[in-house]
């Protein structure tokens, strides 16, 4: 039975202005958190970190407009730079590897950030970057389903002030990387579900990648 999917924006006037601070291109990976980051907090991390989170298509776009591989510019916790589903612990704990886009070394920005420049890709940035300040928190919904809250990340300064973002605009990033994930890690995730390879009492977690090497 297909699974009903509903965005819904949750941040009341959320009125916005980009100040061109590079904030959110530098990328913060809350201490208290650990490698994997349990379900019960993962609304919490959210709200705390600004890692972005790439798609495939993100990678592919990125890939061809700069000629890099994708572990130039992808942080996983695992080799596969594209991001996987692993099951450990007996079934019971299931492992999302999202890639996110890599920092560099020091300040922790984004590794296509330039001093004084801003973002050197940005015709291709990531939907991610596209969305920032707004976020996405995934929740269980009525019946299995599943809603997709659209929040922001207080901590950029260009929230309340400016004008009304483009709710539809959102919406339509939104649903696109969504869609896009499910294609990749939901059709995993299903494939060992069916394979039994999943407990049904299973846990699942998210991967921060990258945090060991930097005290960010
Ligand atoms: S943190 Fe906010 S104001 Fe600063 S560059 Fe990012 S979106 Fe713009
Ligand atoms: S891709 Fe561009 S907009 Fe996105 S974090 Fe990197 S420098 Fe910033």
Partial sequence: MPVRVEIRAAFGSGVFRCKR???CCH???PQEFDDLVPPERMAEFLEK??????????????SRRTGLEAEEFVDTLYEDKKGSVRVDEGAKRVILDLPVMKSREGDGACVFFRDGKGCTIYPVRPAACRLFPFVVVERSGPSGGIVLEIGYNPTCPG???GKEPDIRKLEKLVAGQFSERMETVGAQVQCLRMEGKIHPAAR???????KKDRSL
């Fill in 49 to 62: 970190s600004n890692l972005i989170y790439l798609t495939e298509k993100d990678i592919d776009k990125i």
């Fill in 159 to 161: 929230m309340g002030e």
């Fill in 204 to 210: 699942i977690y998210r991967t921060m990648p990258g």
């Fill in 27 to 29: 990328h913060r990976r």
């Fill in 21 to 23: 601070c590079g904030t």
